[in-house]
Each structure stands twice: as structure tokens, then as C-alpha cells.
């Protein structure tokens, strides 16, 4: 369980998972911030604002409170810093992806080795503040999709992100219940995108891994 890494005192706590190829966190929030990495694998976080790609090499700032799912693709080793609320109000309101430089990494590895109730004015409470000064100085990698609002467009984003199904334009409208007129309508005016767009850039992004 990741409460007591969540709960904990600190300034930053340090959570690793291992994950098999396909399986996905279903949806849920924290009580903390959370930046979320992978030793491996690529991971795809889902909220109703937005899909982020997060590959090797990248992190993904989720602020507190933001209900999301994590889907995997290959075998992930997840690694999460969960921030609390007060420093996690001086970094972005929304998701962010994020090249992890060699100073965030080294950290956070140097901080998962500490003790979870790290002296605060040690080692472990420089290395908490470096983590989140290296968050909030990092600039946006632009691994991200726009999501619809339509509960039935967010249905369809969701089965070609997290599942990569692949299905012809008439097969996606009769899925989800919409003529294909008005999908192809409605998709664009939402996301700013055509369904054909947004499947390759989707499709792009996926190959980061």
C-alpha cells in the first residue's frame, strides 16, 4: 500500500512498484503531489484534461487531488515522489511531463535510500528540497494530448490510448453510440484535432518507448 508514503510527515516520500506489461493503477487521486517516473517502460496517464506520455528518462508532475490512471506499456518500474500540499502549491496547477535531468534522478534514487522519516534538516531534507526545486525549474516536454469532455469521446481516447485498439471511423462511431458526422464534429471542436490527428500523434507519442 502507498499510504504510509503518502501520509508520512515529510517533505517528499519515496514509493517504488513494479508493474507487468498491461496492467494499468485504475483511476484514483492522492492526498499529495506526485511525480511519477519509470526506470523502464513507458507509462500513459490519463486524466479528463488530458493524456501524458511519460517514457524512460521523463517524469510526470500530478498535482494533489487530480483523479488519473496509469496505463503501462511493456514492463514498468514506477517510481513515485509524493510532495506535500504546501510545496506542491508553489509548483504547476496542472500535469506536466518533464525531462529528468541527472540531478532530479540522482535525487530522488538518493532519497528512496533514506529512511522514511529522514532528519529534516540532514540529507534527507536537503535532498526533498532539491527534488522539488529540480521539478518546478524543469521545462515542459510536450508529451501530452488534449481529451475531449464528452464522456463518450473521453471513452473512445481511452480504449485507443490505454488499449491501443484499432478500428475504423464508422466502427468508433457505432461503439460509442454517435453517428460518424457528428463524431468527426464533435471530436474536433473538443480537441482542436481531427480523430485521425489525434490517433497518430497518439500513435507518435507511443513510440517514445
Known amino acids: 500500500m502507498d499510504d504510509d508514503f503518502e501520509l ?10 513494479p ?3 498491461g496492467e494499468s493503477t485504475g483511476w484514483h487521486r492522492h492526498a499529495r503531489g506526485q511525480i511519477l517516473s519509470a526506470s523502464q517502460g513507458l507509462m500513459i496517464a490519463t486524466t479528463e484534461l488530458g493524456a501524458w506520455y511519460v517514457p524512460t528518462g521523463h517524469a510526470l508532475w500530478i498535482p494533489p487531488g487530480l483523479d488519473h490512471d496509469v496505463a503501462m506499456r511493456g514492463a514498468v518500474t514506477m517510481r513515485s515522489a509524493y510532495v506535500e500540499e504546501t510545496a506542491a502549491a508553489r509548483l504547476p496547477s496542472r500535469c506536466k511531463v518533464i525531462v529528468t535531468s541527472d540531478l532530479l534522478a540522482a535525487s530522488i534514487e538518493a532519497l528512496a535510500r533514506e529512511p522514511l522519516d529522514y532528519d529534516e ?3 534527507g531534507g536537503h535532498l526533498a528540497a532539491l527534488i522539488v526545486d529540480e521539478v518546478a525549474r524543469a521545462d515542459d516536454a510536450s508529451l501530452a494530448l488534449p481529451m475531449p ?3 463518450r469521446l473521453v471513452r473512445l481516447c481511452n480504449a485507443m490510448v490505454t488499449r491501443s485498439e484499432r478500428r475504423g471511423l464508422d466502427d468508433w462511431a457505432h461503439l460509442i453510440g454517435m453517428s460518424r458526422r457528428s463524431l468527426t464534429r464533435h ?3 473538443e480537441t482542436g484535432l481531427s480523430l485521425l490527428a489525434w490517433r497518430k500523434r497518439a500513435a507518435e507519442l507511443a513510440g517514445l518507448d
Open 8 to 17: 508520512g510527515t515529510r517533505l517528499v516520500t519515496i514509493h517504488a512498484r
Open 19 to 21: 508493474y507487468m506489461a
Open 121 to 123: 534538516a540532514g540529507r
Open 149 to 151: 469532455r464528452d464522456a
Open 187 to 189: 471530436f474536433r471542436a
